[in-house]
Nanobody
Framework: QVQLVESGGGLVQAGGSLRLSCLAS????????MRWYRQAPGKQRELVAS???????NYQDSVKGRFTISRDNAKNTVYLQMNSLKPEDTAVYYC????????WGQGTQVTVSS
């Protein structure tokens, strides 16, 4: 059974940093691309960043230069380092993997105060 468990969210002031983690189980982690999505109140869920099994990364334009996605295959974990946070980054952040069907974590709340 595939499980994704996020952690690391919290309340931070604008300009601050947070690192999100997503621990995956039930998959051969190293062979799967992983993604981070976010959903702000009243808005649709949007793709923030992705990383392939080979380590190629991609980012939404609004987070380029501020966020970094990475993975540690030995720990079955994908990370999202978020720097220079802005109030508009406030959202619930979700980890995602596609293994025949999509799997989502439970989400972790990130709140950035101005």
């Amino acid at each position: 059974q595939v499980q994704l468990v996020e952690s690391g969210g919290g309340l931070v002031q604008a300009g601050g940093s947070l690192r999100l983690s997503c621990l995956a189980s039930g998959i051969t982690f190293s062979t799967y691309a992983m993604r981070w999505y976010r959903q702000a109140p009243g808005k649709q869920r949007e793709l923030v960043a992705s990383i392939t099994s080979g380590g190629t990364t991609n980012y939404q334009d609004s987070v380029k230069g501020r966020f970094t996605i990475s993975r540690d295959n030995a720990k079955n974990t994908v990370y999202l380092q978020m720097n220079s946070l802005k109030p508009e980054d406030t959202a619930v952040y979700y980890c995602y993997v596609l293994r025949f069907v999509p799997y989502w974590g439970q989400g972790t709340q990130v709140t950035v105060s101005s």
